[in-house]
């Protein structure tokens, strides 16, 4: 089994098309023009991925034409009850068969209390307006996920 390597800032962003919470698809190129928060997390409505979610929620009125976009392996109905249980009101991607998340290099190998098995390592790309990759964040923390964004943000002016 190969290390999954995350793409490299300045390099384009792995395409994407995939269903979100309503059952439209949304592809990556389509948005070429804006930037992008490409976000994973392992589980809709977790404690992690709700405080993470919840804080991007948050800062949604601060980040301009910036797109949030989360991205997990759960399917859209789940996706649609999070969204709906929160208010969440930006985009929420199905990834079921973690296609994309291994494009980015975040489907690893996990251990909790002794047990290993693959899943999703919460991590978070932030896409420029040509389609490329201007900041990563492997390994992000839920409550890290907006004050690097808006740190990023501001940086780019």
């Not at 439209?24 to 992008?36: A, C, D, E, Y």
């Not at 208010?87 to 975040?106: C, M, R």
């Not at 790309?125 to 490329?132: A, Q």
């Amino acid at each position: 089994m190969t290390t999954p390597t995350t793409p490299a800032e300045g390099k384009r962003a792995p395409a994407f098309t995939l269903l979100d919470q309503h059952e439209n698809k949304v592809q990556l190129s389509k948005l070429k023009g804006r930037k992008v928060l490409v976000y994973f997390y392992p589980k809709a409505d977790t404690p992690g991925c709700t405080t993470q979610a919840c804080g991007l929620r948050d800062i949604s009125g601060q980040v301009g034409d910036t797109m949030i976009i989360g991205i997990s392996p759960d399917q859209p109905a789940k996706l649609a009850k999070f969204d709906a249980k929160h208010e969440l009101g930006f985009t929420l991607l199905s990834d079921p068969e973690h296609e994309i998340a291994e494009k980015y290099g975040v489907w690893v190998l996990k251990k909790n209390y002794g047990r290993e098995y693959m899943g999703v390592q919460r991590s978070a790309f932030l896409v420029d307006e040509d389609g490329k990759i201007a900041t990563a964040w492997p390994k992000i923390s839920p409550k890290d996920t907006p004050t690097k964004l808006l740190d990023a943000l501001a940086e780019a002016g």
